[in-house]
Antibody
Framework: EVQLVESGGGLVQPGGSLRLSCAAS????????MNWVRQAPGKGLDWVSD????????HYADSVQGRFTVSRNNAENSLFLQMNNLRVEDTAVYYC???????????????????WGQGTVVTVSS | IQLTQSPSFLSAAVGDRVTITCRAS??????LAWYQQKPGKAPKLLVY???TLQSGVPSRFSGSGSGTDFTLTINSLQPEDFATYYC??????????FGGGTKVEIK
């Protein structure tokens, strides 16, 4: 079964740090670009970061640039998000998601986040 | 790239036809996906490439559009379709934006 399982969330004070993990199973993890997406309580989806299959290309949302670091260990089928200098506004459910590129008989058909984890809750509060 | 979904909320009855729109602030070709999210659950992919239904998604769902204007249509709304729907652009990494969401509730 294709699966993503996040862990590492919790309660942290403003200015603190947390490291989130995402364990992948059921697919060739090393082949896929991976993403982190968060959702603040009662709010919409907010893309956070992505990392290419080989970790050679990484992007961040402006809101986390310089504070968050994404990484991966393909040998262990794991994705990570190191979050430093956390702010109250970082409070959210954090999801990891796989980005898949779809191809048909006529070639590229589109891409999307086709597999999501169940999410891990991060609460930043004093 | 900003994505504007409308409406942000709609009330509909079982059996109704529902249309949700997503407008991009600049052209994104067909690099658009639609997701369904139920309370307390992760989003679920419905449509990619603006109009291709993900495997296993019921055929009452359909997507259309290209450039800046996109729609998600649900024909004959079912009880399990009451959820929040999001569009997402995957044209550029600045960033991979989501729309604000459309909550579909039971009338």
């Amino acid at each position: 079964e294709v699966q993503l399982v996040e862990s590492g969330g919790g309660l942290v004070q403003p200015g603190g740090s947390l490291r989130l993990s995402c364990a992948a199973s059921g697919f060739d993890f090393s082949f896929y670009e991976m993403n982190w997406v968060r959702q603040a309580p009662g709010k919409g989806l907010d893309w956070v970061s992505d990392i290419s299959s080989s970790a050679s290309t990484i992007h961040y949302a402006d809101s986390v640039q310089g504070r968050f670091t994404v990484s991966r260990n393909n040998a262990e089928n794991s994705l990570f998000l190191q979050m430093n200098n956390l702010r109250v506004e970082d409070t959210a459910v954090y999801y990891c998601a796989r980005r898949k590129f779809f191809y048909g008989s006529s070639g590229y058909q589109g891409d999307a986040f086709d597999v999501w984890g169940q999410g891990t809750v991060v609460t930043v509060s004093s | 790239i900003q994505l504007t979904q409308s409406p942000s909320f709609l009330s509909a009855a079982v059996g109704d036809r529902v249309t949700i729109t997503c407008r991009a602030s600049q052209a994104i070709s067909s690099h658009l996906a639609w997701y369904q999210q139920k309370p307390g659950k992760a989003p679920k992919l419905l449509v990619y490439g603006a109009s291709t239904l993900q495997s296993g998604v019921p055929s009452r769902f359909s997507g259309s559009g290209s450039g800046t204007d996109f729609t998600l249509t649900i024909n004959s709304l079912q009880p399990e379709d009451f959820a929040t729907y999001y569009c997402q652009q995957l044209n550029t990494y600045t960033p991979l934006t989501f729309g604000g969401g459309t909550k579909v509730e039971i009338k």
